[in-house]
């Protein structure tokens, strides 16, 4: 049997600026054989692809990317933490690029040729002017011959060769310089617009310190923050930024969380608590234990995250490419049309309709088209990153834009999650019996509800025995063997199914229940130990997000496994439909439900609700910036607050206005360029112009998603 030795590749590249480009590159790199899987993003400018190196090694795919007049670096890893070879280039001051280089060059001569024009003849300024624009297409065309060789006859820089070119035949030198220094103004204008959308997310990363105080022995010393090792115990003095995930060790202090889920308001840190790297230590100095290597803490997966979720394309971005590659054949066509039929014809002059037709041909650059959906995605995408709102790329943008239902959650959602026991019924026994085997059962469990149950019988002294087989009934309870015997904390609802409650008791479970309060049954085979109520309080904000959601126009329904008493209460106090009783593959049922009326967005705490989010149009995980949150799920609010929900929707809606926009800008001024161009009231240099003009127009309208604020009704 034959292995073969593929392996995913990544490697960034420079100098992709505008949409065309990305394009160009997946089309060079797919026509080499033993590549499969290319990824190619031009936002952060990274190139993926599954490669065989047998039949084509590495240095290949690098050849056929800088063929194509683009940089390429191997690996994108350091382009997480903000250090990027690839971003080097970037920081260069625009005249020392290779296209500012190019601008102020064509630039120069241009000006050189105009004065001379007045100053001393028109012949010599043509000489001029021809010079300009053979210096200023030579680079173009070489690229525009590489793409060709590549596979791509039709590209920006095949349109711009011809086009330039041909008015030098025509006796059109001052204007072909002119397109040819306009050409290079504009995609420097690009590179610089890109580049600012990259930034936004890219900034979280420098958020991260670089340096850490490195404790061993007693002893600090300043080391690299990404040099350090698991295990390893940092001081982090107050004012400083967090060097690393961690733990804290010794201290207690206010942790400013911003960079990382958007919250401003410190959070107090004790013993044991984790923090994030790029949060800001406000009071006093925390030892910290290192809990995460420099590549894997929190900020590093969010900005991965956001950076793939770029690649993954949202329908309109899909059409939009589809159709940009029939536009520039299509363009193209009709301009041999415009040059050969008036003249050949209806007897017209060839000049002026040759002249038309290389208009035409600038026309049609699909750069601002191309830009326009992920130049919209990408500014929305960081702008919620950086406040706690994340999204997996412009399909769930566009999915929760159009979100009609909302289905949440009730425990940890619209809730706090942390529930407190507020009653001990004991029934046969004491209340330090009750709470002994009620710890015992549920200290192997994660549910919210066992968590309240051991801190309560540690605040009351109670040892907690040690359990065998535990095991969690979903929906229902806990079971495991307690003391030698059997023992359920569960639903009163199973308890009643397994016959161990009596009338008297259901009342008193009713009455609690009625209360807003979880009860829950401790029991062995036989009989009933007790009652335990739990209240979880609604969080502060969950009525607001209710009310704010119906002013959107989008309903809302509380989906809990909780009995139907204690969810009435809350759904109550809450202004939101409910339906109670659920076990978690009825949540599922439920979504499906919905999902047949409307486009449902489903918010849970990302755990247990898997299945349900999976099912809805958009999971949303709510949850502070846990592992399981940012990895499941389609979107993830990464702050404690119900009205991000909102905030989310809000933004994805703000964002697909802008798409729309953009595409109009996009389109409309082709459209109303083609028209003026064959009507001859335009001519070549408006041609370029507007290209350029609309490409910088929609990435500066996809930049002010970055100062959207998702918060503010409108
Ligand atoms: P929710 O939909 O509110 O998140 P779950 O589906 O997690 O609720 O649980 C439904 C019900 O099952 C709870 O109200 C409780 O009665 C019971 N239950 C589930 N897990 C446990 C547990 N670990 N301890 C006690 N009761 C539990
Ligand atoms: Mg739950």
Redesign the pocket.
């Known amino acids: 049997m034959t292995m073969s030795n593929e392996a995913s590749v990544e490697w960034v590249v420079t100098g992709m600026d505008c949409g065309a480009c990305a394009s160009k590159v997946r089309t060079a790199v797919e026509r080499l054989p033993g590549v499969s899987q290319v990824d190619v993003t031009l936002m952060n400018e990274r190139l993926r692809l599954v490669l065989d190196e047998g039949k084509t090694p590495r240095d290949r795919v690098e050849a056929a990317v800088r063929k194509l007049g683009y940089g390429v670096v191997a690996g994108g890893e350091g382009a997480q933490t903000g250090t990027a070879p690839g971003l080097g280039a970037s920081t260069l001051p625009w005249y020392r690029t290779s296209k500012g280089r190019l601008v102020i060059g064509t630039g120069l001569l241009f000006l050189a040729a105009f004065i001379t024009s007045f100053l001393v003849s028109e012949g010599l300024a043509r000489w001029g002017f021809v010079a300009a624009t053979v210096i200023g297409v030579a680079p173009i065309m070489r690229r525009a011959v590489n793409a060709a060789r590549a596979g791509m006859p039709f590209t920006i820089e095949m349109l711009m060769t011809i086009a330039a070119v041909g008015a030098l035949f025509i006796d059109a030198a001052s204007e072909a310089a002119l397109v040819v220094f306009l050409f290079a103004v504009g995609e420097l204008l690009e590179g610089v617009a890109a580049n600012k959308a990259r930034d936004g997310i890219r900034g979280l990363a420098r958020l991260v310190p670089k340096t850490a105080l490195l404790e061993v022995a007693g002893e600090t010393r300043e080391v690299a923050a990404d040099s350090l090792k698991i295990g390893q115990m940092v001081l982090v003095r107050p004012g400083d930024r967090v060097p690393a995930d961690g733990a804290v060790a010794r201290g207690i202090s206010g942790v400013d969380e911003s960079p990382v889920t958007g919250e401003s308001m410190p959070k107090l840190k004790e013993p044991g608590d984790a923090v994030f790297a790029g949060s800001i230590n406000t009071e006093a100095a925390l030892h910290v234990t290192v809990t995460k290597p420099a590549e894997d803490n929190t900020i590093a997966r969010i900005i991965r995250l956001v950076e793939e979720a770029e690649s993954a394309r949202a329908p309109t971005e899909r059409f939009i490419d589809r159709f940009s590659r029939v536009y520039m054949p299509v363009i193209v066509g009709v301009a041999l049309l415009v040059a050969l039929i008036p003249p050949l014809g209806f007897g017209q002059d060839w000049g002026t309709w040759i002249y038309r037709a290389l208009a035409l041909l600038l026309i049609g650059c699909p750069c601002a088209l191309v830009i326009s959906v992920p130049a919209s995605i990408a500014s929305a995408l960081s702008s919620g990153a950086r406040r706690g709102l994340l999204m997996k790329g412009g399909a769930v943008i566009e999915a929760a834009a159009a979100t009609t239902h909302i289905a949440f ?4 959602t619209l809730t706090n999650g942390r529930p407190l026991v507020t009653d001990l019924v004991p029934v046969a026994g004491t209340e330090a019996e009750v709470l002994s085997v009620a710890a015992g059962v ?1 200290a192997g ?1 994660s ?1 919210p ?2 968590e309240a ?1 051991l801190t309560r019988a540690k605040a009351d002294g109670i040892a907690t025995p040690t359990a065998l087989g535990a095991r ?7 079971e495991a063997v307690v003391d030698g015997a059997p023992a359920w ?4 609802r ?1 308890a009643d199914s397994s016959g161990v409650l009596e009338d008297q008791v259901r009342h008193v479970a009713a009455r609690l229940e009625s209360e807003g309060k ?3 049954a401790v029991f062995r085979p036989d009989r009933l130990l007790g009652l335990i109520a739990l209240r979880d309080e609604p969080r502060e904000d969950a009525a607001e997000a209710v009310r704010q959601l119906k002013a959107l126009g989008v309903s809302s329904v509380m ?5 139907a008493r ?1 969810a009435a209460a809350i759904a109550g106090s809450l202004g939101i439909q409910h339906r109670a009783e ?3 593959e009825d ?1 599922v049922v439920a979504i499906r439900e919905m999902v047949a009326h409307g486009r449902v967005m489903m918010v849970g ?1 990302g755990i ?2 898997a299945p349900a989010l999976a099912t809805a149009h958009v999971g949303v995980a709510m949850g502070s910036g846990t592992d399981v949150a940012l990895e499941t799920a389609d979107a993830a609010i990464l702050r404690n607050r119900a009205t991000d929900i909102v905030g989310t929707i809000r933004l994805a809606r703000a964002a697909m206005v802008n798409i729309r926009q953009n595409v109009a800008i996009a389109l409309g001024l082709k459209g109303v360029f083609l028209v003026t161009t064959i009507l001859g009231i335009t001519g070549l240099w408006i041609a370029i112009l507007a290209d350029t003009g609309a490409t910088v127009l929609v990435t500066l309208n996809a930049l002010r998603l970055l100062v959207f604020n998702p918060e503010r009704e409108a």
């Open positions: 959650d009730k425990t940890g549920e469990s549910h509800l066992a149950i969690a009934l979903p929906g229902k309870g806990v904390v569960a639903s009163p199973f979880t009860v829950v989906l809990t496994g909780d009995n204690t659920l076990m978690p949540k705490d247990n609700d």
